[in-house]
């Protein structure tokens, strides 16, 4: 059965400092993955998604970055952390059956900048 | 363009009692639906999902789903509330274009003692 990993599970920075959240998925293949965040108290904002190594489509322009260096790993990042990039940040894989995709979530990291 | 609206931000029903948590969206051609539920700090896990296979979807821990194409509903139910079920629940739909969603802005659901 497939499985995702999201870490760290709780992250507190400083403004002004890089950041680096790791997704890896396990039991599937050229999965679609994807970023979202979601802030206090608001719904799911995709930021970024990927079909495949190497192939990032953003969705919101902001200070923040993602990577797919591997099938199975996705990457998100920033130089320069800024307040409003406080929020609950997750990483979804996909899988299409007949037609439909469906979404599944990993555990979340919840990151806090101060 | 797709949009989704949950009517309600928090509902608050008694434990033993039915459980209505209603999702009304806009589309122009025949999407795909799901439910999500997310309990406290915890990731999103699916529920269940309406691919036009059937109206009437059922999906984990008792809950089921109703397709209404005349209404533009997708209303989640339960017959009897559980205090497990305590949680915020968002209705999706798939949008026209690849890997986006559409997302509700959520339905907090409280269950009292």
């Known amino acids: 059965s497939q499985t995702i990993h999201q870490w760290p599970a709780t992250l507190v920075q400083p403004v002004g400092s890089p950041l680096s959240l790791e997704c890896t998925v396990e039991?599937?293949?050229?999965?679609?993955l994807y970023w979202y965040r979601q802030a206090a108290g608001r719904g799911l904002q995709l930021l970024f998604y990927?079909?495949?190594?190497?192939?990032i489509s953003s969705e919101v322009p902001q200070n923040l970055s993602a990577s797919r260096p591997q099938d199975r790993q996705f990457i998100l990042s920033s130089k320069k952390l800024l307040l409003s990039d406080s929020g609950f940040y997750l990483c979804?894989?996909?899988?299409?059956?007949?037609?439909?995709?469906?979404?599944?979530f990993g555990p979340g990291t919840r990151l806090l900048v101060l | 363009a797709q949009s989704v609206t949950q009517l309600d931000s928090h509902v608050s029903v008694s434990e033993g009692t039915p459980v209505l948590l209603r999702c009304n969206y806009s589309s122009s051609y025949s999407p795909s639906l799901f439910w999500y539920v997310q309990h406290p700090n915890k990731g999103l896990q699916l529920l269940l999902k309406?691919?036009?296979?059937a109206t009437l979807v059922k999906g984990i821990n008792g809950f089921e789903a109703e397709f209404k194409k005349s209404e533009t509903s997708f209303h989640l139910t339960k017959p009897s509330a559980h205090m497990s079920d305590a949680a915020e629940y968002f209705c999706v739909v798939s949008s026209d274009s690849n890997y986006q969603l559409i997302w509700g802005a959520g339905t907090k659901l409280i269950i009292k003692p």
């Open positions: 309406y691919t036009s296979a």
């Open positions: 990927s079909v495949g190594i190497g192939q």
């Open positions: 039991g599937t293949s050229n999965p679609n």
């Open positions: 979804a894989w996909s899988v299409t059956t007949g037609g439909t995709e469906t979404q599944y």
